[in-house]
């Protein structure tokens, strides 16, 4: 079903965290390159009037990504501002009357989803999600199985799927996307893209940094609700993938979906969580909490694509380097240069910061012809600065409804179909030194064959 491009843009949370980080600088951008053109909504309990939000604004584009005064001249100009309780039908109201004659807007949940609930019955009550509306969700995506199937059941209650919009903002990013580009686009990968061939896969996303004030949200969350159930499954599904017949939306996401339901749900033995020293004294983090900061995973594909191939996934904070990077070990050839320190062969796509494509060959070293080693043939490496921000490709695909970046119910639910049995057995938490590649246990309990790839950052 076709979802007409949005006449409105609302945003709920606008004097928040989400809002002053990403969505001011998305919408400047997406002025400069003129695809913002109708009034923005921020809607927020804050006690504020429009000015107060439009300093907001410009402060954060200050910080996140520079100010550029024509287009902040032009931001001012559709910005809208409610204040009001999402309890409150008054505050609904206001905002109808905000909208005039606006037909499709865009609902823009930039706020904890325990309120998604109530802002959607107000919404439908006040006559603001009409059959154009459509509404957009950030991750996390619920807790658990359960309380994604409720978000489900409230959003479903009001939107059809068609106008529900899930972000994952890994789905924006230029490099995420070329994964796919890389294995469709070319003839020759398909070619060595199975369990005859390929060994492991290691997908890694490490920070070097904590959780940066935000310990309250992270105490609720941890690294694998925060990242690894949505971003890295995503970046595994399109590694993945079957070739989808169309490029239409729908196929490319029911492709994804089939790898999710190939996986089983993850045991205790699949997993090794760990913490940062120095967590617990976090503002907003439990004293006594056993929230992971880091987790690394191991997970099989029953497919027939893949059956015996482990794909490991490991996420942490306060690691060495932040990057993040696939790595795809081959089989080892039925080599008679056992002398030589062979390695097997690899390809590495970094996605972050820059963007890789290299393929490790090993060849003999030019001075000395009794020894080999392994040598990277880099077939692309881009900076990803100049880049389209990824909130900024998701908002803009989501207003004019285009679904494919955006997580599906069943997709969501198979996630957490995987995550939930572990998640729920409450695995040990191991300790570990910031600065390092998280605890020790994970190198002894869930180490790939060849041991983990650390990326390294120039
Ligand atoms: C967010 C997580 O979804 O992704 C953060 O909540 C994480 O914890 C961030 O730092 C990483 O995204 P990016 O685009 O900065 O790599």
């Known amino acids: 079903m076709s979802v007409p491009h949005s006449d ?19 919408l400047q951008a997406m002025l400069k390159r003129g695809h913002l053109k109708v009034p923005v909504i ?81 919404l439908a009550k006040a006559g603001c999600a009409g059959p154009g509306a459509r509404i957009i969700v950030e991750k996390p995506f619920g807790t658990d199985m359960e309380s994604a199937r409720n978000l489900n059941r409230i959003l479903l209650n009001t939107f059809d799927e068609a106008r529900i919009f899930r972000i994952d903002h890994y789905l924006g990013k230029r ?40 310990g309250k949200f992270y105490d609720q969350t941890g690294t694998i609700r925060d990242v690894m159930q949505n971003h890295l499954f995503q970046l595994m599904a399109n590694i993945a993938m079957e070739p989808p017949p169309r490029l239409d939306s729908e196929t490319v996401r029911d492709e994804k979906v089939k790898v999710l339901k190939a996986i089983p749900p993850l045991t205790v033995r699949d ?11 976090e503002p907003g ?49 039925p080599t008679m240069y056992e002398d030589f320190q062979l390695e097997p062969n690899y390809l590495r796509l970094r996605i972050s910061p820059e963007a890789t494509i290299a393929i490790g060959i090993n060849v003999v070293a030019p001075a000395d012809d009794t020894t080999g080693g392994i040598n990277e043939m880099i077939a692309a490496h881009h900076p990803t600065k100049e880049e389209m921000d990824a909130y900024e490709r998701v908002l803009g695909d989501a207003m004019s409804g285009d679904a494919t970046l955006f997580s599906r119910e069943d997709y969501v639910e198979e996630a957490w179909r995987i995550v ?5 057995a409450k695995t040990p938490v191991y300790p570990y030194q910031p600065g390092t590649w998280g605890p020790p246990e994970v190198d002894r309990l869930l180490a790939p064959p060849g041991g983990w790839w650390n990326p390294t950052v120039a």
């Open 175 to 214: 490099p995420v996307h070329n994964l796919q580009f890389f294995r469709f686009a070319n003839s020759f990968p398909e070619s060595y893209w199975n369990r005859d061939h390929i060994e492991s896969v290691q997908i890694t996303m490490a920070e070097d940094f904590g959780v940066q004030g935000r």
């Open 420 to 424: 939930d049995p572990m998640l729920k």
């Open 8 to 26: 409105a843009l609302v945003f709920f949370g606008a004097t928040g965290d989400l809002a002053y980080k990403k969505i001011f600088p998305s």
């Open 285 to 333: 983090v439990a004293p006594d909490s056993t929230v992971e900061t880091f987790a690394a995973l191991k997970l099989e594909l029953d497919s027939w694509r893949w059956k015996g191939v482990p794909f490991y996934i490991r996420a942490g904070k306060c690691l060495p380097v932040t990057c993040t990077e696939v790595l795809i070990r081959m089989r080892p050839p």
């Open 271 to 281: 997993v090794v969580r760990g913490q940062f020293q120095g967590y617990l004294d």
């Open 42 to 122: 921020g809607v927020a309990k804050a006690g504020w009037n429009l000015d107060q939000l439009k300093a907001r604004a410009k402060d954060s584009l200050e910080k996140h990504g520079g100010l550029d005064p024509v287009a902040f001249e032009q931001l001012s100009k559709l910005l809208r501002y409610v204040d009001g309780d999402y309890a409150d039908a008054a505050t609904f109201q206001q905002l109808k009357q905000q909208l005039g004659d606006a037909q499709s807007p865009a609902h823009y949940m930039a706020i904890p989803p325990l309120l998604f609930g109530q802002v959607v019955e107000q």
